[in-house]
T-cell receptor
Framework: AQSVAQPEDQVNVAEGNPLTVKCTYS??????LFWYVQYPNRGLQFLLK??????LVKGSYGFEAEFNKSQTSFHLKKPSALVSDSALYFC???????????FGKGTRLHILP | NAGVTQTPKFQVLKTGQSMTLQCAQD?????MSWYRQDPGMGLRLIHY???????DQGEVPNGYNVSRSTTEDFPLRLLSAAPSQTSVYFC?????????????FGSGTRLTVV
């Protein structure tokens, strides 16, 4: 069965510092990988995706993610955090040929002024 | 505005009552799904559909029914509400399975069962 793990419930980062939100996955085939962000009382918004090719994927709002096949990880990164980046972040995986997208439990990101 | 529309935004039910959460999309997406979001549990897939007339179960289908009579609509029915179904429910849609697109999410329905 496919699964996604986000090992940190919460990440605190000072504004201007680089941030990393971790995600690892366990699948039996080749995955599509996604990051979504959720602001308070809102639905999830798509940030970026990995399909194939370059392991470094760039997305919305200056975020990027690095796919590492050997470590089965897809960590979300940003070089310089903004207070407005504070939100709940979800990693998700979809197996090629399967119909389901499975989400991690989410990581709450706090950017401290 | 194009997107996924969920109604109602808030609902309070008594235990044992039934209701239908509505979801509609105007993007001609074949793939639609329902998730519930609970603290510490993330999003868990309830049911999904790959096209009109086709539905399947996700991770937590018990107590919920779905149908897909049109491409646009994917209602979620609670047959006999229980307090354990108190949650925030999200509907999401995307292009056909096998495509590399992510989801478009609705704004959610916050359901409380008392």
């Amino acid at each position: 069965a496919q699964s996604v793990a986000q090992p940190e419930d919460q990440v605190n980062v000072a504004e201007g510092n680089p941030l990393t939100v971790k995600c690892t996955y366990s699948v039996s085939g080749n995955p599509y990988l996604f990051w979504y962000v959720q602001y308070p009382n809102r639905g999830l918004q798509f940030l970026l995706k990995y399909i194939t090719g370059d392991n470094l994927v760039k997305g919305s709002y200056g975020f990027e993610a690095e796919f590492n096949k050997s470590q089965t990880s897809f960590h979300l990164k940003k070089p310089s955090a903004l207070v407005s980046d504070s939100a709940l972040y979800f990693c998700a995986v979809r197996i090629r040929g399967d119909d389901k997208i499975i989400f991690g439990k989410g990581t709450r990101l706090h950017i401290l002024p | 505005n194009a997107g996924v529309t969920q109604t109602p935004k808030f609902q309070v039910l008594k235990t044992g009552q039934s209701m239908t959460l509505q979801c509609a999309q105007d993007m001609n997406h074949e793939y639609m799904s329902w998730y519930r979001q609970d603290p510490g549990m993330g999003l868990r897939l309830i049911h999904y559909s790959v096209g009109a007339g086709i539905t399947d179960q996700g991770e937590v289908p018990n107590g919920y029914n779905v149908s897909r009579s049109t491409t646009e609509d994917f209602p979620l029915r609670l047959l006999s509400a229980a307090p354990s179904q108190t949650s925030v429910y999200f509907c999401a849609s995307s292009y056909v399975p096998g495509e590399s697109y992510g989801y478009t999410f609705g704004s959610g329905t916050r359901l409380t069962v008392v």
